[in-house]
């Protein structure tokens, strides 16, 4: 359903876990909506968790992604992500599936679905998976087509990114922005390096600089720039109208 590029272009698989942490949630909706934004087509698999993150990205950067289902087309799974499989059409995107109407999502299905992820893209990139993640299914079809993959570093001591630093040890590509997976696999999408965004006002400049630095608690931002309250929330309310940051939920924020 939907409409695929009239033209072979560059495409990324993004995957990872169904019940991912806000570190990957994050590194995800970045990665996902930059290549967007690149020209880069999107795929993944319609999934609750990184999937529906790399997708919605995507759609959010007005970029064209790709949505591989376990099931038939008019069975979307899981049907939570009806609006979003609804959204992804709108914008230009398409729904794919090998299996005929009326069949439904079976548990082995998930694994032949992966093959199909990995085979329509240049590279996977896995943000973030446990150790015994499904994921890795995709990762292992990747490297028998001949695939890049590449893989999000996480924190030694998260096991939701023990499946991540086990895929680097055995050789996957480690990336940490954007350019990198473009470097590999669309280096003539690379564009000049540019300033960093600032603010309009000292304050959104120093804001945006406190989120380069890591820092993502809004009140520890606002009492590091010993704003008054009124004028920290008005400078944090531009920056996000102006597309320079977006909010992560329970009042935590990151750079566009």
């Not at 409409?3 to 560059?10: C, D, F, N, S």
Request: proline share 5%.
């Amino acid at each position: 359903m939907g409409l695929l590029p009239p033209e072979r272009i560059a495409s990324v698989a993004i995957v990872g876990s169904r019940k991912p942490t806000a570190y990957g949630r994050e590194v995800t909706y970045q990665i996902a909506y930059a290549l967007a934004k690149s020209g880069v087509v999107i795929i993944s698999g319609l999934a609750v968790g990184i999937d529906a993150i790399a997708h919605q990205a995507a759609i959010d950067a007005g970029g064209v992604t790709l949505a591989i289902l376990p099931s038939g087309l008019d069975q979307i799974y899981p049907s939570s992500n009806q609006k979003l499989a609804k959204d992804i059409l709108s914008r230009g995107g398409a729904i794919i599936s090998e299996y005929d109407i009326g069949i439904s999502a079976r548990n082995y299905q998930f694994l032949e679905r992966n093959r199909i992820v990995s085979g329509l893209a240049d590279a996977v990139i896995v943000t973030e998976a446990a150790i015994r993640s499904g994921t890795l299914s995709t990762a292992a079809h990747a490297l028998s087509q001949g695939r890049e993959v590449m893989v999000v570093p996480g924190n030694i001591t998260s096991p939701m990114s023990a499946g991540c630093n086990n895929l680097i040890k055995q050789g996957a590509h480690p990336i940490t922005c954007p350019d990198d997976v473009l470097e590999i696999i669309a280096p003539e999408l690379l564009r000049p390096q540019t300033a960093l965004a600032l603010g309009d006002t000292p304050l959104e400049s120093r804001i945006i600089s406190l989120l380069q630095s890591g820092i993502r608690d809004g009140d520890a931002l606002q009492e590091t720039t010993q704003a008054p309250a009124s004028e920290f929330t008005q400078a944090l309310t531009m920056l996000e109208i102006n597309g320079l940051i977006r909010s992560l939920g329970g009042n935590q924020w990151t750079i566009r």
